[in-house]
Nanobody, 114 residues
Framework: VQFVESGGGVVRPGGSLGLSCTAS????????WGWYRQAPGKQRERVAF???????NYTDSVKGRFTISRDNAKNTVYLQMKSLSPEDTAVYYC?????????WGQGTQVTVSS
């Protein structure tokens, strides 16, 4: 399985950003997908996952601000982020949503700074 994450960038506090992750080498629609992030000096953490049914789950720190979605026809999972704060600065990755089953992609850097 290979992942290509995109959409990161530099945004001011309070801003919004949308990330995309396209997966290949797998039957996309049959997989629970997740977004993870790793901030400098911290362990990688899962921020959201979405089940095959479309049901979603979020870590407390992003609830109400982040929205995960999927497009099975495009083999793509999305993460829409709003009300960003400097604490959201990290490299964002996608992988299996219940556990990071596959090798990580290159990730996409999100920097929240004034």
């Amino acid at each position: 399985v290979q992942f290509v994450e995109s959409g990161g960038g530099v945004v001011r506090p309070g801003g919004s950003l949308g990330l995309s992750c396209t997966a290949s080498g797998i039957t996309f629609r049959q997989v629970v997908w997740g977004w993870y992030r790793q901030a400098p000096g911290k362990q990688r953490e899962r921020v959201a996952f979405i089940r095959e049914s479309g049901l979603t789950n979020y870590t407390d720190s992003v609830k109400g601000r982040f929205t995960i979605s999927r497009d099975n026809a495009k083999n793509t999972v999305y993460l829409q982020m709003k009300s960003l704060s400097p604490e959201d600065t990290a490299v964002y990755y996608c992988n299996g949503g219940l556990a990071p089953t596959w090798n990580w992609g290159q990730g996409t850097q999100v920097t929240v700074s004034s």
